[in-house]
């Protein structure tokens, strides 16, 4: 086992605490449905406060999945008020509906990600309500994935027009893209959607995943040979350094490439990548948006504040719990143990109980944040934002009840 001695002094959610965070956490989605029924939650708050946005962006479908999680919730913890759950579940329909509009015009969806966007939307809405249109749009988005894939280097593109050699690039975060093609095998029964998810699996650890655990957020290849180029940052601090978010894809990222194929190498892998994010955590277990800066000393951390992104933890939180159900009991309990561990530095320090702080259910989150290495904007600071609200709300799940995945 590696050596992790630093996190057994924190203390463990109790299932006690899941349950008060989880009522918190439904209570909350139920009072913003009315303005996020028609409209979605966009990527992140502004003070806190999400404003209704349109079904445009890679992201609106962790607000749909919040949804359909508290839906589930009241169904299974509430049966004797019905309402309530109908109310979600009515919700749930009027966004599946924009869903299948949306991949039905190919609004917005020339990029990689349409797992994010339809796994916890239409996946979801079809594996909990046997919705058709939810089947339908899940399907043709992930033909719209298949498109994006580059034979010449085996990888699924994630921005930009195609075969551009400023755009001949993968990104970690793909990897949670992934479970759409394997759940369109499952559903098809034809096998080029998961066969893409393979090469571009192979692919994407072959080169993001250092020798020291931590990962690259992007990496290009050569348009010509197919070859790997080069590696770069785009949303962490600096090449060469670990942007928190990447890592946590990169852990849920090895657990459920594991989950569709049972390659016993995934399993290694995962423990790398969850080793390196694990130990470079600060002292309240929060990540900064890149676990560089957890070696900062206090002075460079005075002259320098850093933000962090509670995201990372519930993304990584959901990995491990993920990857537990497959590894042998010793591992599955101590990784079951730091997920645990983590969700209460996010109970304790992040999530929402004044409902009139915020309109989400977890502060402390980063989207994009500028430095002197990288080329990224500065938007969704010290912020909400959906994936963290959804990611905490998977994770509270995940530690009450057997949960069959959407992922
Ligand atoms: N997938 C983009 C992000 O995590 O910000």
């Known amino acids: 086992m590696p050596d992790l001695c630093k996190l057994e002094n924190y203390e463990e959610i109790t299932p006690e605490i899941v349950k008060a965070d989880l009522a918190c956490a439904v209570e909350q989605i139920l009072t913003v449905l009315p303005d996020f029924t028609d409209k979605f939650q966009p990527a992140y708050s502004i003070g806190n406060f999400y404003r209704p946005s349109e079904n445009t962006d890679w992201t609106n479908g962790f607000w749909t999945g919040e949804i359909w999680l508290a839906y589930e919730y009241l169904k299974r913890i509430h049966p004797e008020e019905p309402e309530k759950a109908s109310l979600l579940y009515d919700a749930g329909k009027v966004q599946v509906k924009s869903f299948l509009t949306r991949i039905e015009q190919k609004i917005s969806v020339d990029h990689h990600d349409m797992g994010f966007l339809y796994s916890p939307s239409c996946v979801a809405a079809y594996k909990l309500t046997g919705d ?75 080169n993001v995943i250092r020798p020291d655990g931590s990962t690259w957020h992007t990496f290009f290849f050569d348009p010509v040979t197919g070859n790997p180029d080069h590696g770069e940052t785009c949303q962490g601090y600096r090449n060469g350094s670990a942007w928190s978010r990447g890592q946590a894809w ?59 992104d509670s995201s990372s933890a519930s993304i990584a939180a959901c990995g491990m719990l993920e990857m537990s159900k497959y590894l ?6 101590a990784y079951t143990g730091y997920a645990k561990k983590l969700m209460k530095a996010i109970s304790d320090t992040c ?9 989400g259910l977890v ?13 990224c904007n500065h938007y969704g600071v010290d912020e909400c934002n959906s994936w963290g609200d959804y990611f905490y709300l998977e994770a509270l799940t995940r530690l009450d009840c057997d949960w069959e995945v959407y992922w």
């Not at 999530?351 to 309109?359: E, W």
């Open 328 to 333: 042998p009991k010793e591992q599955a309990d």
């Open 132 to 206: 058709e249109d939810a089947k339908k749009a899940a399907i043709l988005a992930a033909d719209q994935l298949l498109t994006r894939f580059q034979p010449v280097g085996a990888f699924l593109q994630a921005w930009g027009p195609m075969n551009e050699k400023a755009n001949y690039r993968l990104i970690i975060d793909c990897l949670l893209n992934l479970p759409l093609l394997f759940w369109a095998t499952e559903e098809t029964g034809e096998t080029k959607y998961s066969e893409i998810a393979l090469k571009h699996i192979h692919t994407a650890v072959q």
């Open 351 to 359: 999530a929402v109980r004044d409902l009139t702080r915020s309109n």
């Open 363 to 375: 502060l402390h989150s980063t989207y994009s944040n500028h430095s002197p290495y990288n080329t």
């Open 250 to 308: 990169g852990i849920y990222g090895m657990a459920v490439a594991y989950r569709y194929t049972k390659d016993p190498s995934y399993i290694d892998l995962f423990y790398r990548v969850t080793d390196y994010f694990l130990q470079h955590l600060p002292d309240d277990l929060i990540p900064y948006w890149d676990l560089e800066f957890t070696s900062w000393t206090k002075e460079q951390l005075l002259d320098d504040p850093q933000p962090k």
